[in-house]
């Protein structure tokens, strides 16, 4: 075929024979989130550059780098969210759900685009589960937002998966520790890289996000955020340890965490699992208590968590956990002549109120065809109807597995006689 246009490099399409894995993934997590209380919300893929260049940080390679930013008709300059927590918060605090009962725990499941190099698990638009707690500031918030991603990945069957957190500290903290980076760095620019001499400048903590095995090489001697923490932030780690201790859920402490994005505030975590003999972060998130000041709000504690869909698919499918299949077509009705194709109509409406998934030709085939469709696509049972069947309002229910025929009415009360017949059937094959 010679198609006017193509999927554009770095985007997917989920066909139906892989949706059914993103709609079992998306139910689960959103069933296990349900029962921590977070509730459900979405927001516009598109917002003002500004919101993101505040929140993620100009320093930050997904602002200088990777974002999705155009000017619209209006002469505004807009960008495709990079990530969901800021717009979430936007949100918040435009609609003023901050002044609600606290804590307020929300879920979503969003696209996000980043214009960076495709690979194995990240694409340019993907696609991202978070949950984010609003004005919880104890570390039980943070226990809490853990330990909802854990009962998540128990739940989904995922294996050798474990638990890194470390603590980056309040803004003050963190000036401290930049400082101190910095001048480690200096003492060995001659090493590092154009961009990471940059950000030595720009944004120092930045280096440690550098794959280049020059720059790598420097990270394992300097400065660790566990020595620049103040008092409060060091206890708020403690209590954190102890939570987790008291959740009975394992964990690494990590100093060298410091994430992409610069709102991070005192605890960072990640869950990371190993593919292909390469360690992977699945999830990440952390806490990020001034961001809501940046954003011209009030003081509002948050942590929350995101999960990337992609990368989640690729471990299930790694480590073969089994999905659900979709579910069959359970009752294929194949009409010939008119006014079988109008009871066939009345039928299949009946039964779709009685929650049956069942369809019908549409195309016009012949009953050989109809028939050979239904095998193919692996219904269940199969009514033909024909004049005669509509004549006599009787017909059969074939099994299409084991070829078994069963009458059925196709009078006044339909529906209520099927039902009862269909479940005698269902019951009988099953007990085979």
Known sequence: MNLIS???????????????????????????????????IRTPVLEQTELFERSAGESSDVVNKEMYTFTDKGGRSVTLRPEGTAGVLRAVLENGMHNDALPLKLMYVTSCYRYEKPQSGRLREFFQFGLEIFGGNSA???????????????RLGIRNISLEINAIGCPECKESYNQAVKEYFKERKDSLCSTCLERLERNPLRIFDCKNE?????????????????????????????????AEIDYIINPRIVRGLDYYTKTVFEFVTNVDGSPLTVCGGGRYDELSKQMGGPKLSAIGMGLGMERLLMVMEKQGIEFEERKPCEIYIAPMGESAKLMAIDMCRKLRSASIYCELDLVGRNIKSQMKYADKTKVKYCIVLGSQEVEDKKAKLKNMATGEEFDIELGENFLENFMKQYINIENRMNLL
């Open 6 to 40: 193509k999927r554009i490099r770095g985007m997917q399409d989920v066909l139906p024979n892989e949706s059914v894995r993103w709609e079992m993934v998306e139910r689960v997590m959103k069933e296990e989130a349900s029962l921590y209380g977070f509730k459900y």
């Open 140 to 154: 039980m918030a943070d226990a809490e937002i853990i330990s909802v991603s854990k009962a998540i990945f128990e």
């Open 214 to 246: 020059s720059c790598k090489a420097l990270h394992k001697d300097a400065p660790v955020t566990l020595q620049y923490l103040c008092k409060d932030c060091a206890e708020h780690l403690e209590k954190l340890k102890y939570y987790l201790d008291a």
